[in-house]
C-alpha cells in the first residue's frame, strides 16, 4: 500500500501535479503507521526537514487508523495558518484520492471557546449596552455584531470571530465571546442554537480534529475537571513539536499580574467611567458595599505591585526561581486577603440579589409582562436583565485569583512555572 501512494508513478503522482517522490516520506508513514498498529501506547519522534512532506506523511496513516478503528485522532500544530491549510487544503485533496475505499471521513477544525459568539451573552450586553461601554465606537460595534447574530441563524453560520467582517475591539468581543466558567450548558436557553456547542458537536464526531498547541493544552487541564473540550482520541500526532513547550508554559504556569486584576476590577465596576457588571444590579441587593470593596482592593493591588517590583529590582534571585524563603519578610500577601473579602462581599450580593427577585416574582401580578430585549436575536434568560451566571463567574474568578496568589506565595503547587 505504501509503495502504492508515495512511489515515482503511485497514487499521490497521479493526482498531485509536480509530486516528486521522497525516500524519507515513505519511511515517516512507515514508522507512523507502525507505531498506530501497536497495541497499547507507542511514542514516534521525528525530525523532517523542510521538502520531506511531512503533512501527507502523517495525515495519511492517522485517517486511516481513525477509519479502520472508528475512534477519532488528532493533529496539534502552532500556527492558526498550518491549522487551516491542513483542514482546508490538505484535506481537501486528499479526499480527492482513490485510497479510502468507500469511506469517507469529517474533518473539523477545532478553535478555542473564546472565539464563539455567545447568543447569552450578547443578549446581555445588548440589555446593559449603557452600562457596559463609553465609546460610541463600542456601542456601534455591538449593534454590528448583533445583525451579525441574525445572519448566522439564518444562514447556520459557525459564529467564530474569523468570519466577522471586521476586528472588533476587546473591550467589546470579551462581553459576547464564549466563556468556560460563564456557560451554564444545557441549562442554556439558547443551547439549541449555541455556535460554541455545534462546533464542539461537530468536533466530536469528527474522525481527524486539527487544534492548536493552545488548544490541546487547556484541553488536557480541563481533562481534570471533566470539562475537556475534545473527545478522548486515539492517537496525536504535535507538529511544531518545539513550540509546544513555551505553549504549555504559558498556559499551565501561574500568571499573577495587576493587569489581570484590573480586568477582574474594570468589569466588575470602574467608578471612573461609572460602568460594570454591579451597576445592574438592584438597589435593594445593596450592591454599593461591593463596589466599595472593589475600590478598596484596587488600592491594594497597586500598593502590592509597587511592593513586587520593588523586590524583583533589589532583592528577587537573578534566575528568575522563587522558593518560599525569598518572600520572608519582604512582602506580605495582602491580595489574596483583599481578593477574600471580595468573593464574601459578591457570595452575599447573590444571596440578597436572588432574594430580592423571588420577593418580586411573588408579588407580581400573574398578567404582569416580563421585560425582555427587544434588539437582541432571541429571547433571553435574563427577563429583567439580570444574568446570575455572569455574577457566579465573577465569584469563581475572584476565589480562583485568590487561590492563584496563595499558592505563588506558598510555593504550594509543584510542577508549575
Ligand atoms: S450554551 Fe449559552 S451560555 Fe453557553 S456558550 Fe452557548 S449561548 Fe453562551
Given at each position: 500500500?505504501?509503495?502504492?501512494?508515495?512511489?515515482?508513478?503511485?497514487?499521490?503522482?497521479?493526482?498531485?501535479?509536480?509530486?516528486?517522490?521522497?525516500?524519507?516520506?515513505?519511511?515517516?508513514?512507515?514508522?507512523?503507521?507502525?507505531?498506530?498498529?501497536?497495541?497499547?501506547?507507542?511514542?514516534?519522534?521525528?525530525?523532517?526537514?523542510?521538502?520531506?512532506?511531512?503533512?501527507?506523511?502523517?495525515?495519511?496513516?492517522?485517517?486511516?487508523?481513525?477509519?479502520?478503528?472508528?475512534?477519532?485522532?488528532?493533529?496539534?500544530?502552532?500556527?492558526?495558518?498550518?491549522?487551516?491549510?491542513?483542514?482546508?487544503?490538505?484535506?481537501?485533496?486528499?479526499?480527492?484520492?482513490?485510497?479510502?475505499?468507500?469511506?469517507?471521513?469529517?474533518?473539523?477544525?477545532?478553535?478555542?471557546?473564546?472565539?464563539?459568539?455567545?447568543?447569552?451573552?450578547?443578549?446581555?450586553?445588548?440589555?446593559?449596552?449603557?452600562?457596559?461601554?463609553?465609546?460610541?465606537?463600542?456601542?456601534?460595534?455591538?449593534?454590528?455584531?448583533?445583525?451579525?447574530?441574525?445572519?448566522?441563524?439564518?444562514?447556520?453560520?459557525?459564529?467564530?470571530?474569523?468570519?466577522?467582517?471586521?476586528?472588533?475591539?476587546?473591550?467589546?468581543?470579551?462581553?459576547?465571546?464564549?466563556?468556560?466558567?460563564?456557560?451554564?450548558?444545557?441549562?442554556?436557553?439558547?443551547?439549541?442554537?449555541?455556535?460554541?456547542?455545534?462546533?464542539?458537536?461537530?468536533?466530536?464526531?469528527?474522525?481527524?480534529?486539527?487544534?492548536?498547541?493552545?488548544?490541546?493544552?487547556?484541553d488536557a487541564?480541563l481533562r481534570?475537571d471533566k470539562a475537556n473540550i475534545l473527545p478522548p482520541?486515539?492517537?496525536?500526532?504535535?507538529?511544531?513539536?518545539?513550540?509546544?513547550?513555551?505553549?504549555?508554559?504559558?498556559?499551565?504556569?501561574?500568571?499573577?499580574?495587576?493587569?489581570?486584576?484590573?480586568?477582574?476590577?474594570?468589569?466588575?465596576?470602574?467608578?471612573?467611567?461609572?460602568?460594570?457588571?454591579?451597576?445592574?444590579?438592584?438597589?435593594?441587593?445593596?450592591?454599593?458595599?461591593?463596589?466599595?470593596?472593589?475600590?478598596?482592593?484596587?488600592?491594594?493591588?497597586?500598593?502590592?505591585?509597587?511592593?513586587?517590583?520593588?523586590?524583583?529590582?533589589?532583592?528577587?534571585?537573578?534566575?528568575?526561581?522563587?522558593?518560599?524563603?525569598?518572600?520572608?519578610?519582604?512582602?506580605?500577601?495582602?491580595?489574596?486577603?483583599?481578593?477574600?473579602?471580595?468573593?464574601?462581599?459578591?457570595?452575599?450580593?447573590?444571596?440578597?440579589?436572588?432574594?430580592?427577585?423571588?420577593?418580586?416574582?411573588?408579588?407580581?401580578?400573574?398578567?404582569?409582562?416580563?421585560?425582555?430585549?427587544?434588539?437582541?436575536?432571541?429571547?433571553?434568560?435574563?427577563?429583567?436583565?439580570?444574568?446570575?451566571?455572569?455574577?457566579?463567574?465573577?465569584?469563581?474568578?475572584?476565589?480562583?485569583?485568590?487561590?492563584?496568589?496563595?499558592?505563588?506565595?506558598?510555593?504550594?503547587?509543584?510542577?508549575?512555572?
Amino acid at each position: 500500500m505504501t509503495n502504492n501512494i508515495f512511489s515515482k508513478d503511485g497514487i499521490i503522482s497521479q493526482y498531485f501535479i509536480g509530486y516528486e517522490h521522497r525516500p524519507q516520506q515513505t519511511e515517516m508513514y512507515e514508522t507512523i503507521s507502525g507505531a498506530l498498529a501497536v497495541q497499547g501506547r507507542a511514542y514516534v519522534v521525528i525530525a523532517a526537514g523542510t521538502g520531506v512532506g511531512k503533512t501527507f506523511a502523517y495525515l495519511i496513516p492517522l485517517i486511516q487508523h481513525s477509519i479502520a478503528t472508528g475512534k477519532p485522532v488528532v493533529v496539534s500544530t502552532n500556527t492558526i495558518n498550518l491549522q487551516e491549510q491542513i483542514a482546508y487544503k490538505d484535506i481537501t485533496f486528499l479526499k480527492t484520492l482513490p485510497i479510502w475505499g468507500e469511506n469517507d471521513f469529517e474533518v473539523a477544525l477545532g478553535k478555542g471557546r473564546s472565539n464563539y459568539l455567545c447568543l447569552r451573552r450578547l443578549n446581555n450586553a445588548q440589555l446593559h449596552q449603557t452600562g457596559l461601554f463609553e465609546e460610541l465606537s463600542e456601542v456601534k460595534e455591538l449593534k454590528e455584531i448583533n445583525k451579525w447574530s441574525y445572519e448566522l441563524l439564518k444562514t447556520k453560520g459557525d459564529g467564530s470571530l474569523s468570519a466577522l467582517s471586521f476586528v472588533p475591539q476587546n473591550s467589546v468581543w470579551s462581553k459576547v465571546c464564549s466563556e468556560y466558567d460563564n456557560c451554564p450548558g444545557r441549562h442554556c436557553v439558547y443551547y439549541n442554537k449555541c455556535f460554541y456547542q455545534r462546533a464542539r458537536q461537530k468536533l466530536w464526531s469528527a474522525n481527524l480534529i486539527v487544534v492548536n498547541h493552545p488548544l490541546l493544552v487547556i484541553d488536557a487541564m480541563l481533562r481534570k475537571d471533566k470539562a475537556n473540550i475534545l473527545p478522548p482520541y486515539e492517537a496525536l500526532v504535535i507538529d511544531e513539536a518545539h513550540r509546544l513547550e513555551g505553549v504549555a508554559q504559558d498556559h499551565l504556569g501561574l500568571e499573577i499580574s495587576n493587569g489581570r486584576i484590573n480586568y477582574l476590577l474594570n468589569n466588575l465596576y470602574n467608578p471612573r467611567n461609572d460602568r460594570g457588571f454591579l451597576k445592574f444590579l438592584s438597589a435593594q441587593a445593596k450592591p454599593n458595599q461591593a463596589k466599595d470593596i472593589v475600590a478598596n482592593l484596587r488600592e491594594t493591588s497597586d500598593r502590592f505591585f509597587a511592593e513586587v517590583i520593588q523586590w524583583s529590582s533589589t532583592k528577587a534571585p537573578s534566575n528568575g526561581r522563587v522558593k518560599k524563603s525569598n518572600f520572608d519578610g519582604t512582602i506580605t500577601n495582602t491580595l489574596s486577603e483583599a481578593l477574600m473579602e471580595l468573593y464574601i462581599a459578591l457570595g452575599e450580593l447573590k444571596k440578597r440579589t436572588d432574594l430580592s427577585r423571588a420577593q418580586g416574582a411573588r408579588e407580581k401580578t400573574p398578567s404582569a409582562k416580563p421585560k425582555r430585549s427587544k434588539k437582541c436575536a432571541d429571547e433571553t434568560d435574563a427577563k429583567d436583565g439580570y444574568d446570575g451566571f455572569e455574577l457566579d463567574a465573577y465569584i469563581r474568578r475572584t476565589l480562583g485569583l485568590a487561590t492563584e496568589i496563595e499558592s505563588f506565595f506558598k510555593q504550594t503547587l509543584s510542577s508549575t512555572v
